[in-house]
């Protein structure tokens, strides 16, 4: 199968794909909303005030880094642990080199002013919906800064009453909403399956990754899944 091309260098920028893009990941609103309480309510029980918790939130939109810093927050800042938490975080979000990569056909010879603030608002799930998007044709890159946006307002707004209910949502497993997003990306996935040889990579990735969080557990698996699905995505590649 002949990939298709690449968006134009003038491609539009349209608010109508924008709203398309904010409404196609909805479907994602209520598991980030109940871990955005949960961060809010872990950030309280750290002693961080109101304003810290919202600044952080809107400064770094990285849900897993947040939660993954703010549990292996020192009692006391030092040097080291300030690196410890740099490194951390780098390696966390690591995955978003190769995130970046493929979306070069769709945001590939638009204007870095443009380019940059979406990257900025870039997670998993607008990423997701972007790849659907260009696969049934889509080449508007306001889709993917649509849905990145939403996902932004969603996340900073909805740690606010996490922040004030104290442990009522502190522990998301408890309501079963750790499974929302999970089961949603599963679905998403079954949409974008192209036959076991042009899926090879999203097995391998799948089956890596879960296999190094039985494992090892921590947030390991995120890269070794992210790494080995590349890897076999290339060597399979036609």
């Known amino acids: 199968m002949t990939a298709p091309p690449p968006a134009s260098a003038e491609a539009r920028w349209t608010f109508a794909a924008f709203r398309h893009g904010a409404i196609d990941v909805l479907p994602f ?3 980030l909303a109940g871990f955005a309480m ?5 950030a309280a029980r750290k002693g961080m005030t109101l304003f810290e918790t919202l600044l952080m939130s809107a400064s770094i939109f990285a849900g897993v880094v947040q939660m993954v810093v703010l549990d292996s927050w020192p009692q006391t800042l030092t040097a080291g642990a300030i690196a410890g938490i740099v490194a951390l975080t780098a390696l966390v979000n690591a995955r978003y080199l190769m995130i970046g990569a493929t979306l070069r056909p769709l945001l590939g010879g638009q204007p870095p002013r443009k380019v940059y ?11 997701l919906m972007s790849l659907r998007y260009y696969s ?3 080449r508007d890159p306001a889709y993917l800064l649509g849905g990145g946006v939403a996902m932004y307002v969603v996340w900073v707004t909805t ?4 922040y004030l209910a104290g442990a009522a949502v502190g522990n998301p497993k408890q309501f079963g909403i750790d499974l929302l997003v999970p089961a949603f990306f ?10 076991p040889r042009r899926s090879w990579g999203l097995i391998v990735g ?9 494992m090892f557990g921590g947030f390991w698996y995120l890269i070794v899944g992210a790494v ?7 060597l399979n590649d036609d």
Request: aromatic letters at 12%.
């Open 29 to 31: 609103v209520p598991g």
């Open 159 to 162: 740690a606010i009453p996490g």
């Open 38 to 42: 949960a961060y809010g309510t872990l």
């Open 186 to 195: 599963v679905a998403m996935m079954v949409s974008l399956w192209r036959g």
């Open 136 to 138: 049934n044709g889509g």
């Open 117 to 127: 603030p979406t990257l900025f608002f870039l997670v998993e799930p607008p990423w």
């Open 228 to 234: 080995a699905g590349c890897v076999a995505g290339v």
């Open 206 to 214: 799948a089956l890596a990754a879960a296999l190094t969080e039985f």
